[in-house]
């Protein structure tokens, strides 16, 4: 395991973490904002090693726990149609929505089969021509070029039993968001591994400038992690609010072009709504005019009542970075892995669901 | 959100299943043997102490590198009363076939069960054959129970773990659970990966004949290595900690993990066995695995402690300290 040993080296680490306990002055406040980091973290004990003065924020870096709870509500009045099958990630299943869960609804037997990728789901469209096939389109950038793909692939292939219910989310403006929101005191994010894969550690030099705040784009092991934290202090430290790449063997500064411009035939940007953060400008993505024949929402109408959110839950809170699972007074009280009142106690990134799993 | 419905997740053999059990099967069925929550039963009839076990199988695909239903299912249940000392003898076999399976495929699955049983030295003794209409199953299930002698100096038992105990693995985790995902799913990758599916009942035989200091023995199926050390924490009411960089994990195995963003230590493994057992024997015992086929990997992955009861403490490979927690739901792939 070359490539993965080195960035689990445990005196590499060790180094790390010396540097950065030589460099930490004062309390610093630092948020990652994807999922995949956030149990990173949890998984190889990065916080029982940073000193005191380190704060580790999980801002809203999983795809499932952002998905509103009307959106969930959305996917779970499509399950109900008759002749439909709604193909989704995995944990997608597990959400609540107002009342129920994609979940509970398979058991009363709606036909929901979980994927492991949109081409999966085209492939079910092929094989069931009489039923109406929707992949609920959720995720970040970095799974949205592929479903441009699946999309674009159904349309040139004339599969007319396949559509996308677009649920996507884009990372940059809700970086902007959490911070114009004025509620949040973070001194630097790291960034997004795999989402500047696709989009290039560029797309934050915007938030960077504006805000004043260092951006560090990470890569998903302990040394990476690590590596990240030191650059950013170093950053703080200096007075300095730039865009870096820790993850250069992966990302680059101005993303994959080939994706973005997939990205950019079939989807164009819309406002969307977010969990906890309300609806941001130009965050979503919904198929351009071109490819809008494959939105099932010109099909079917999936209006649905205003959500209604479990009282009590922080989920919103959480994500905002404003409280920790640890405030939340439904935390390992009846919200647990399985019996969960929110999404980030669902999802395998969500961060309620990291303090559970990892935290003493 | 309570449930009113069977959901996958009670099947998982993580905690919702746990919780099922505890919460719908244990008040009904309440006595002696099933408070233990073990592999299988141990009793007395007749001034002989027999274990008792069964298990079902529903695997999806029903043929894999490395096995099929066939053979898992006498594995399975000789590993189960292996995983209590005992020698297993007989095995029953129940069929539940759905209508038009494939007449070649059942007999490929009987014949690797004759070759399984007859590895593991068990005889299959009774069984039944169930057809059912198409779509009222998958293909097949089977249903192995079977008996084995313990003998009377043994007592093994989830629930016998004391502190300083080392904890021992026999070899690599997450072949079978990783082998099955992959190819439920179509995935391909370019190294093979391969199922562990094997009978446990020689590797104890000889761990038992080297050691009486054995306290705890249990074969990490659904739910994995993290589920089952949990069990052990929870029903021997220690704490136990585990050292990651002791973990054995196939390099490939461990790249298929991390492509799909799994956690090895939750997925299951069919030709493994964990033991608690008194440090002085320890070594002994390690020394006695390597010689045996299925336990040429075996490492000490750990202790039991005294302390947290019922927690699973991991020390990570860069040194830090985590919780090691049940699974919750099947093991799924993250979306980013």
């Known amino acids: ?360 | 959100m309570k449930h009113d419905r069977i959901l996958l997740d009670h099947g998982s053999g993580g905690r919702a299943s746990h919780e099922l059990i505890a919460s719908l099967f244990l008040p009904q069925f309440d006595n002696e043997f099933l408070r233990e929550m073990n592999d299988s039963a141990v009793m007395t009839i007749g001034g002989t102490k027999l274990a008792f076990s069964t298990d079902s199988y529903v695997v999806d695909p029903i043929f894999f590198p490395g096995g099929d239903i066939g053979s898992l299912a006498i594995h399975g249940t000789v590993n189960d009363l292996a995983m209590r000392g005992a020698r297993p003898l007989y095995l029953s076999v129940g069929f539940i076939i759905e209508e038009g399976f494939s007449m070649a495929d059942l007999k490929a699955i009987a014949g690797s069960m004759k070759n399984a049983a007859a590895e593991a030295g068990v005889v299959i003794a009774t069984g039944d054959t169930k057809v059912v209409p198409k779509g009222a199953t998958d293909k097949v299930f089977i249903n192995t129970a079977g008996i084995g002698i313990i003998d009377p100096d043994v007592n093994i038992s989830g629930q016998n773990a004391r502190p300083g105990d080392k904890i021992i693995l026999s070899g690599t985790i997450a072949d079978h659970g990783i082998t099955i995902l992959t190819c439920r799913e179509g995935l391909q990758f370019d190294a093979p990966l391969k199922s562990d599916s094997s009978p446990l009942n020689t590797l104890v035989a000889e761990m038992l004949a080297a050691s009486r200091k054995i306290n705890v023995l249990r074969d990490p199926t659904r739910g994995g290595l993290g589920t089952s050390l949990n069990e052990i924490a929870g029903q021997s009411r220690v704490g136990i900690r585990v050292h990651e960089e002791t973990i054995p994990v196939r390099p490939e195995v461990q790249a298929a993990c991390e492509l799909l963003g799994i956690d090895p230590l939750y997925l299951a493994n069919e030709g493994k066995l964990i033991a608690c057992a008194a440090a002085q024997d320890a070594g002994k015992l390690i020394d006695i695995m390597h010689k045996n086929p299925y336990g040429q990997g075996a490492c000490i992955i750990g202790e039991v402690i005294s302390d947290h009861p019922g927690k699973v403490f991991m020390k990570t490979i860069i040194g830090g300290n985590r919780i090691v927690d049940m699974l919750t739901g099947e093991p799924l792939p993250r979306i980013c």
């Open chain 1, 1 to 360: 395991m070359k490539h993965l040993d080195e960035y689990r080296d445990p005196h590499l680490a060790g180094k790390l973490i010396d540097k950065i306990k030589a460099l930490s002055h004062r309390p610093v406040r630092l948020m990652e904002v994807c999922g995949t980091h956030t149990v990173s973290i949890f998984r190889s004990g990065i916080r029982s090693l940073l000193p005191p003065s380190i704060t580790l924020l999980s801002g809203p870096g999983c795809p499932v726990c952002v998905t509103a709870t009307e959106e969930i509500d959305k996917f779970i009045k499509l399950g109900q149609q008759k002749d439909t099958i709604v193909a989704t990630f995995g944990d997608l299943v597990r959400v609540p929505g107002s009342s129920s869960s994609l979940q509970k609804e398979r058991a009363d037997g709606a036909d929901i089969r979980v994927v492991y990728s949109t081409f999966d789901a085209l492939d079910i469209a092929r094989r069931n021509p009489s039923r109406t096939v929707v992949f609920l389109a959720v995720g970040f950038e970095t799974t949205a070029p592929t479903i441009a793909a699946a999309v674009k692939e159904a349309k040139k292939e004339g599969i007319n039993n396949f559509y996308i219910l677009p649920a996507h989310k884009i990372i940059p403006p809700a970086m902007e968001a959490l911070l114009a929101g004025g509620e949040l005191a973070i001194d630097g994010f790291i960034c997004p591994g795999h989402v500047s894969v696709i989009i290039g550690a560029d797309a934050y030099r915007p938030v960077a400038d504006k805000y004043h705040i260092p951006c560090v784009v990470a890569g998903f092991e302990p040394v990476d992690i690590l590596q990240t934290i030191y650059m950013l202090l170093s950053q703080i430290e200096e007075g300095k609010a730039i865009v870096e790449i820790q993850y250069r063997r992966a990302v680059n500064f101005t993303g994959n072009e080939k994706a973005l411009a997939l990205l950019s035939e079939v989807f164009e940007t819309c406002d969307a709504p977010w969990r906890g953060l309300g609806t941001i400008p130009d965050s979503g993505l919904r198929l351009r005019n071109n490819y809008r024949a494959l939105d099932i929402e010109t099909r079917f109408d999936l209006t649905v009542p205003k959500a209604q959110d479990h009282p009590g839950c922080s989920c919103g809170d959480i994500l905002r970075g404003v409280k920790t699972p640890l405030d939340c007074v439904l935390y390992r009280q009846v919200c647990t892995p399985s019996n969960p009142y929110g999404p980030c106690m669902v999802s395998t990134e969500g961060t309620c669901a990291a303090y559970y799993k990892y935290h003493d």
